[in-house]
Every structure is written in C-alpha cells, then in structure tokens.
C-alpha cells in the first residue's frame, strides 16, 4: 500500500504509526509518500533472522560497531526513513549516548545493509531503494533476492554486481573478514 499525504508525517506520527500497527512496518519515502509493508512469510521472516544473526555474531566477536534488525527506521539525508532487513553501523559513527536516549530513528545512513526480497516484494522497487541507499551515504547493500537465485552487491562506487546462489559474499573493506555463503540466506 502507498499512500501520499497532504503534509509529510513527521517522525513522531510515523513511530505512532508503527507501535499503533505492530503488524505493519511503516517506511517513509524522500517525497512524503507512506509505504505500507506487512508481515513477511515464514521463509523470508527466517532469512531475514538468520542474516541478522549471522552479522551480529561477527560485528560482537570483533567489536566493530552495532547491528539492527528490520524494525529499525533510519532517516536518510533525503528524509526517507528506511528500515533494512540488517544493518551494521561503525563503531564510533552512533552519536554518544545514543542507546541511552528515548528511542527514535536513527539520522544517518547504515555503513552496511541486507534486505532480502520476499515473495511479494517488487525486484525494481527493492533495486531502487538499494540505489537511494548507496546514494544517501550506505557504503554497501546485499539485495538477496530469493526468486532468482542471486545477490545483488551495491558499492558506494556505484557499482552493482550480480552474484550466483554459489557464491560465499564478502563485506569487502567495510567488515573485513566477515563472509556469508549466499545459499544460507535463499
């Protein structure tokens, strides 16, 4: 469901929104409009986990920063506020204090992101907010997307690379050292 405003909803009346609606995620376009997404499968639900899971158990064994799960909004420098099926933020990058304060979105963009497309979800709606990430500060995205079989790797570079169920992905530069058979997350 997307539905345009006649006044941006502000961040507040999102959050309200969402703990009014625990079934929904709420997400927030750069130009105001509302996306709606419901609950995911149980395959997607369990991917989404399992990546989760895997990239918290790196980040913590190497102290490299916070990771957050799919029901984390983040707002973008172009006012989208995006909720990634994973995210990992650099230690160092969180402002000080930030898990002490009232919880709120976070304004800035992940270092890394996961979605992972689930049955319902548009390949080209998924490959453009991967695109708008990379473009608002995300220094690199795996789009894993269940239906053909492959990952989509965005760089902060602009460069998109296609990957084949066989491949053991890598976080490059921005978590040296952590990899992930992709087949565990398809």
Same mark, same amino acid.
């Given at each position: ?41 149980g395959i997607s639900g369990n991917r989404e986990i399992k990546a989760g899971a895997y990239l918290l158990v ?7 920063g916070e990771v957050f799960g799919t029901s984390t909004g983040f707002r973008l420098a172009n006012t989208a ?10 230690k160092g990058r969180l402002p000080e204090n930030w898990d002490h304060q009232e919880d709120g979105f976070i ?8 979605? +992972?497309? &689930?049955?319902? #979800?548009? /390949? ?6 991967? @695109? ?35 491949? +053991?992905? &890598?976080?490059? #530069?921005? /978590? ?6 992709? @087949?565990?997350?398809?």
């Amino acid at each position: 469901m997307n539905s345009q405003s006649l006044y941006t909803v502000t961040d507040e009346e999102l959050m309200l929104m969402s703990s009014q609606n625990p079934e929904l995620r709420f997400e927030r376009n750069a130009d105001g409009t509302i996306e709606t997404m419901p609950p995911t499968g149980g395959i997607s639900g369990n991917r989404e986990i399992k990546a989760g899971a895997y990239l918290l158990v790196w980040v913590e064994s190497q102290d490299l920063g916070e990771v957050f799960g799919t029901s984390t909004g983040f707002r973008l420098a172009n006012t989208a506020v995006r909720s990634p099926d994973a995210a990992f933020v650099a230690k160092g990058r969180l402002p000080e204090n930030w898990d002490h304060q009232e919880d709120g979105f976070i304004n800035l963009a992940p270092d890394f992101v996961i979605e +992972i497309r &689930s049955k319902n #979800d548009s /390949l080209t709606k998924l490959k453009t907010k991967m @695109a708008e990430y990379i473009t608002n500060g995300v220094q690199l995205g795996w789009l894993i997307d269940r239906q053909n079989q492959q990952a989509l790797v965005y760089r902060r570079d602009g460069s998109i690379t296609s990957y084949p169920a066989t491949t +053991i992905l &890598s976080c490059e #530069d921005i /978590l040296p050292g952590f990899t992930l058979p992709l @087949a565990k997350l398809l």
